[in-house]
T-cell receptor
Framework: SQQGEEDPQALSIQEGENATMNCSYKTSINNLQWYRQNSGRGLVHLILIRSNEREKHSGRLRVTLDTSKKSSSLLITASRAADTASYFCATVYYNQGGKLIFGQGTELSVKP | DAMVIQNPRYQVTQFGKPVTLSCSQTLNHNVMYWYQQKSSQAPKLLFHYYDKDFNNEADTPDNFQSRRPNTSFCFLDIRSPGLGDAAMYLC????????????FGQGTRLTVV
């Protein structure tokens, strides 16, 4: 299976703290994407990072990519209760017709 | 404005009775995906289209079929639903062969009775 792994599987923090989630994948990628999913809802795209990029920012989100370690991390700074959701990384591999494969996800709980 | 629309949002079907889920997009994206997501699990890719090219995942059961009659529409057919097929089914689209972000519909929650 090409499905990547994420850790931790669950993370519980207080409002205002930072949350870090990690993702690993298996083979060379075209890009890696992070998504958020609120309970029972569709997925919302957060950030896309290409294989030739090392870091991207969007508001309170920071994503890093280490292709030598085949890993990525998502940092949410100054978390809010509204950030409570499941977070997934997803990878697009080269030469596979745009196939998008999701990692196992991290369930984040931010307590007020 | 909804860009990827899935119908219906909720579908109840009988065990063994064929069911079709639909997805439409207004984005003119060349890639369309179907995922199955069970409770507390990651979305699992069933198949995807790159333009008209159909790509089936090796572990997708034969019970699941798909059609893409044109760029805008894609259908998921479950020929003989079993209790294990109860799940959320998510449709998504992407442009440029997956080199850009994917847009997801709200999903169809399938119940098998």
């Amino acid at each position: 299976s090409q499905q990547g792994e994420e850790d931790p599987q669950a993370l519980s923090i207080q409002e205002g703290e930072n949350a870090t989630m990690n993702c690993s994948y298996k083979t060379s990628i075209n890009n890696l994407q992070w998504y958020r999913q609120n309970s029972g809802r569709g997925l919302v795209h957060l950030i896309l990072i290409r294989s030739n990029e090392r870091e991207k920012h969007s508001g309170r989100l920071r994503v890093t990519l280490d292709t030598s370690k085949k890993s990525s991390s998502l940092l949410i700074t100054a978390s809010r209760a509204a950030d409570t959701a499941s977070y997934f990384c997803a990878t697009v591999y080269y030469n596979q017709g745009g196939k998008l494969i999701f990692g196992q996800g991290t369930e984040l709980s931010v307590k007020p | 404005d909804a860009m990827v629309i899935q119908n219906p949002r909720y579908q109840v079907t009988q065990f063994g009775k064929p069911v079709t889920l639909s997805c439409s997009q207004t984005l003119n994206h060349n890639v369309m995906y179907w995922y199955q997501q069970k409770s507390s699990q990651a979305p699992k890719l069933l198949f995807h289209y790159y333009d008209k090219d159909f790509n089936n995942e090796a572990d997708t059961p034969d019970n699941f079929q798909s059609r893409r009659p044109n760029t805008s529409f894609c259908f998921l057919d479950i020929r003989s639903p079993g209790l294990g097929d109860a799940a959320m089914y998510l449709c998504a689209t992407s442009r440029d062969g997956g080199t850009a972000e994917a847009f997801f519909g709200q999903g169809t929650r399938l119940t098998v009775v």
